[in-house]
């Protein structure tokens, strides 16, 4: 079992910036990607950004050059630095593991707004 736990959302103006957390522990050797989804109000959850155990990393459209993800392998996390926010950024960031199956956290609410 892979256990996920988010930090790192909470309220900031336009343009501004956020850096979530995604802490793994649990069967983490079985782990060969981490990344984020979001879910906006009255929206389908939707993908935002991946790297993989090799660490290759690839992201949404709606995010790239704005959004970067990375890793701590020493501390089993991954980050994901969030740039120049837009209000459409809001939503809860799901972070998910993959292993044989696919693991969620519980989620962290970013909210853009002036």
């Known amino acids: 079992q892979v256990q996920l736990v988010e930090s790192g959302g909470g309220l900031v103006q336009p343009g501004g910036s956020l850096r979530l957390s995604c802490a793994a522990s649990g069967g983490i050797n079985r782990i060969n990607a981490m990344g984020w989804y979001r879910q906006a109000p009255g929206k389908q959850r939707e993908f935002v950004a991946r790297?993989?155990?090799?660490?290759?990393?690839n992201y949404a459209d709606s995010v790239k050059g704005r959004f970067t993800i990375s890793r701590d392998n020493a501390k089993n996390t991954v980050y994901l630095q969030m740039n120049s926010l837009k209000p459409e950024d809001t939503a809860v960031y799901y972070c998910h593991a993959v292993t044989s199956i696919l693991y969620w956290g519980q989620g962290t609410q970013v909210t853009v707004s002036s």
């Open positions: 790297i993989t155990s090799g660490g290759s990393t």
